[in-house]
T-cell receptor
Framework: DAEITQSPRHKITETGRQVTLACHQT?????MFWYRQDLGHGLRLIHY???????NKGEVSDGYSVSRSNTEDLPLTLESAASSQTSVYFC?????????????FGPGTRLTVL | AQKVTQAQTEISVVEKEDVTLDCVYE???????LFWYKQPPSGELVFLIR??????QNEISGRYSWNFQKSTSSFNFTITASQVVDSAVYFC????????????FGKGTSLLVTP
């Protein structure tokens, strides 16, 4: 079955280290999104992509970057991790052939920055 | 700017009670889409429903029903005869061309159903 996966599921890192969170989908979806979830804030958009070589900044993009070299993957990189980036990160994808296609979410990655 | 407000932070009901989760939205776009997602204690986000701004028909799916009213910019979600398995955080979300079709989420309503 087609699916969307994230790895690792849990990660502990230290302040200042570079961290990359992986997102892989097998639906062949054009659109991919990264969100972070924090208590009291719901989910907030970090970056998104409409296709290969396309990336766009979301509401809370500072300190994060993404690249889209193929359809299936959208890795999220924290250039220099900060304690404020401790959060649960969700990747999502949608078909992209129609407007506002439903986004389907991965299982999430819990990141702790010490 | 778009905004989704879920004023109820936490709701607690006893099993078999009906419960309504409120969602109020703001957008300048005339074409937009509304969603509800469920996040059970296990943490994943589960898609429940998608509704576009041109379709104000209410929808029923088993014990779940949704009431979309453009006049009040609301998209409320009702669970009939609640069950313990309905305990979760429920998120309402909005998207449109103005947001690049990314989702703008409300802060969620935590529903606890006790036996």
């Amino acid at each position: 079955d087609a699916e969307i996966t994230q790895s690792p599921r849990h990660k502990i890192t230290e302040t200042g280290r570079q961290v990359t969170l992986a997102c892989h989908q097998t639906w062949n979806h054009n659109n991919m999104f990264w969100y972070r979830q924090d208590l009291g804030h719901g989910l907030r958009l970090i970056h998104y992509s409409y296709g290969v070589q396309d990336t766009n900044k979301g509401e809370v993009s500072d300190g994060y970057s993404v690249s889209r070299s193929n359809t299936e993957d959208l890795p999220l990189t924290l250039e220099s991790a900060a304690s404020s980036q401790t959060s649960v990160y969700f990747c999502a994808s949608s078909d992209g052939t129609g407007a506002a296609d439903t986004q389907y979410f991965g299982p999430g990655t819990r990141l702790t920055v010490l | 700017a778009q905004k989704v407000t879920q004023a109820q932070t936490e709701i607690s009901v006893v099993e078999k009670e009906d419960v309504t989760l409120d969602c109020v939205y703001e957008t300048r776009d005339t074409t937009y889409y509304l969603f509800w997602y469920k996040q059970p204690p296990s943490g994943e986000l589960v898609f429940l429903i998608r509704r576009n701004s041109f379709d104000e028909q209410n929808e029923i799916s088993g014990r779940y029903s949704w009431n979309f009213q453009k006049s009040t910019s609301s998209f409320n979600f009702t669970i009939t005869a609640s069950q313990v398995v309905d305990s979760a955080v429920y998120f309402c979300a909005l998207t449109s061309l103005g947001s690049g079709y990314a989702l703008n989420f409300g802060k969620g309503t935590s529903l606890l159903v006790t036996p």
